[in-house]
Nanobody
Framework: QLQLVESGGDLVQPGGSLRLSCTAA?????????FAWFRQAPGKEREGIVC????????DYAASVKGRFTISRDAAHNTVYLQMKDLKTEDTGNYYC???????????????????????WGQGTQVTVSS
């Protein structure tokens, strides 16, 4: 079973930047999996915001983060990243990395609309955007 570990959450001022990382515990490889980042704001349901295909060639973004967030994956470091810039107060929340089973992970396609498609989840990392 894949165990995911997120890191990089912090308190940042509006307009600031952060980079979140998602790695695997116990040396498991992330390469067979498609990934997505979800977030949950206080008092709101968890929402998908971005995904990346197994190959890394396809990404998709929610309208709320498009142009400000960038997802990427680094095979050499076995890590999936979420680079966030121009952060807004509404970006505050707990951010989760999630992996889709290899058999369902497209090499050149991904989607984040259906949370149930992602079976492996990290514990989350808190991002707080506040002045």
């Amino acid at each position: 079973q894949l165990q995911l570990v997120e890191s990089g959450g912090d308190l940042v001022q509006p307009g600031g930047s952060l980079r979140l990382s998602c790695t695997a515990a116990f040396g498991s490889t992330l390469s067979p999996y498609g990934f997505a980042w979800f977030r949950q704001a206080p008092g709101k349901e968890r929402e998908g915001i971005v995904c990346i295909s197994k190959s890394g060639t396809f990404t998709d973004y929610a309208a709320s983060v498009k142009g400000r967030f960038t997802i990427s994956r680094d095979a050499a470091h076995n890590t999936v990243y979420l680079q966030m810039k121009d952060l807004k107060t509404e970006d505050t929340g707990n951010y989760y990395c999630a992996a889709r089973p290899p058999v369902y992970s497209g090499a050149n396609y991904c989607r984040f609309a259906y949370e149930y498609e992602y079976e492996e989840w990290g514990q989350g990392t808190q991002v707080t955007v506040s002045s």
